[in-house]
């Protein structure tokens, strides 16, 4: 299997049976290997349940999605007392024209 931080290492298992002369002598010995490989890549959603990568990397990958987050909130911030400003402004705009019309109809009577 092949990790995001590399491959994996294929371990040695030692399958012994106990004799009666000898109860640690390995009867027969087999070797793993890894049938396929897989590449995980880690998104935003899978790093809190990703457990094939190392936790220091998994720490720099949490940290990076907080501060994409971080960003996002600041410029909808941003977004928003822009609006707030723009509808301050309509609302100065209004109160203008109608002391205007109110001026108007005054010079007419």
Do not use: E, F, N
């Not at 600041?74 to 109110?102: C, G, I, N, T, V």
Request: hydrophobic share 25%.
């Amino acid at each position: 299997m092949k990790t995001a931080d590399g491959p994996a290492t294929a371990s040695m298992l030692l399958l012994t049976t106990p004799s009666p002369t000898s109860p640690t002598t390995p009867a027969s010995t087999a070797t793993v290997t890894p049938a396929s490989t897989a590449t995980v890549t880690p998104s935003a959603a899978s790093v809190a349940t990703a457990t094939l990568i190392r936790p220091s990397r998994a720490a720099c990958l949490l940290r990076y999605h907080q501060q994409q987050q971080q960003k996002q909130q600041q410029q909808l911030q941003l977004q928003q007392q822009k609006q707030k400003q723009q509808q301050l402004q309509q609302q100065q705009l209004q109160k203008q024209q109608q002391q205007q019309q109110q001026q108007q109809q005054q010079q007419q009577q």
